[in-house]
């Protein structure tokens, strides 16, 4: 329950405790789980919080609610999760929540569904989950979790209020935990990834004839290629909590402050936005040749002081 996260979360726990205690609860909320292990078990325990009708905060007294049994037996149509099928979280697995939650709860005032992994919403899902952001239902709570915020729609994160989960202290789990595949030798995936963005960075168009060595040599299948695209998306987000004077959070790199340096905030978010879109055409199977000439020439034309 959500007393198990009173101690390593403090913040999240006070903050959610306080909304249902005060009946100001948001219609949705965006958790940035920061690679976070217990992610999905936290966000099951702040919907039983939710729907208690007892607002139960540990399992002791949970034990003699009835409505918090149904929630761990899944037996509740008051709660619906829905979590990636395959590589994506499809536009009809929204369509099938709304259907669900179009009638009245008899057992309770609320309704919450829960998006375990909001970063791998495919555009007409995107899409969809937006339209029912925009257009909130009294009584449903949306509980949207993504690991890095800044891999959703804008459109999607301004409609949710956000709450940011404490990191893990080791950095190198909290980044296996983000990365959609686990190689034995991520070490050398991250200096790999991290030597061709920073080389791009450096060297702006002219990096292009560096890509073989640099790229192409060391990520060669389409699982290998999504690895990299995403340690450098995480790279760059890394980068934006040195702009802001905050510590990084998976990174360590002796280049992240001079790159932090030479770029703008809005630099950055653009450079992120153009590793996810290219990152998108590698699930097609795109000529990977082509996706690195397309990336070194659009980081290029973004502004940049050197």
Avoid at 37 to 59: G, I, R
Avoid at 144 to 166: E, F, G
Avoid at 192 to 198: C, D, E, K, P, V
Wanted: glycine share 2%; charged share 30%.
């Amino acid at each position: 329950m959500l007393d198990d996260f009173k101690e390593e979360q403090p913040v999240i726990y006070k903050i959610i405790k306080n909304s249902v205690k005060n009946n100001r609860c948001a219609h949705a909320y965006l958790i940035e789980t920061n690679g976070y292990t217990k992610k999905n078990e936290l966000a099951l325990s702040f919907s039983k919080y939710l729907l208690c009708h007892n607002k139960y905060t540990n399992n002791e007294k949970c034990k003699e609610c009835k409505q918090c049994e149904n929630i761990d037996k899944n037996i509740i149509s008051d709660l619906k999760v829905i979590s990636p099928e395959g590589l994506w979280i499809k536009k009809e697995q929204l369509l099938e929540l709304k259907r669900e939650f179009k009638t009245k709860s008899v057992s309770n005032d609320k309704k919450v569904y829960i998006i375990t992994d909001a970063t791998k919403l495919n555009e007409s899902a995107a899409n969809s989950i937006l339209k029912f952001l925009e257009e909130p239902e009294e009584g449903i709570i949306a509980i949207l979790l993504a690991d890095n915020i800044h891999m959703l729609l804008d459109t999607i994160v301004s409609r949710c209020q956000i709450l940011t989960l404490s990191q893990n202290q080791n950095k190198t789990s909290n980044l296996e935990s983000l990365i959609s595949y686990k190689p034995d030798n991520l070490d050398d995936y991250i200096n790999n990834a991290l030597n061709f963005i920073n080389n791009v960075e450096y060297k702006n168009y002219q990096a292009i004839i560096d890509t073989k060595k640099m790229f192409l040599n060391n990520f060669v299948d389409k699982n290998e290629i999504i690895i990299a695209f995403e340690i450098m998306i995480l790279y760059y987000k890394d980068i934006i909590n040195i702009k802001l004077n905050r510590k990084t959070e998976l990174f360590e790199h002796k280049e992240m402050n001079n790159i932090s340096a030479i770029n703008e905030i809005d630099d950055i978010y653009k450079k992120i936005k153009i590793l996810l879109n290219i990152k998108s055409k590698v699930y097609i199977n795109a000529n990977t040749n082509l996706l690195l000439d397309k990336l070194i020439l659009e980081i290029g034309d973004v502004k940049c002081k050197i």
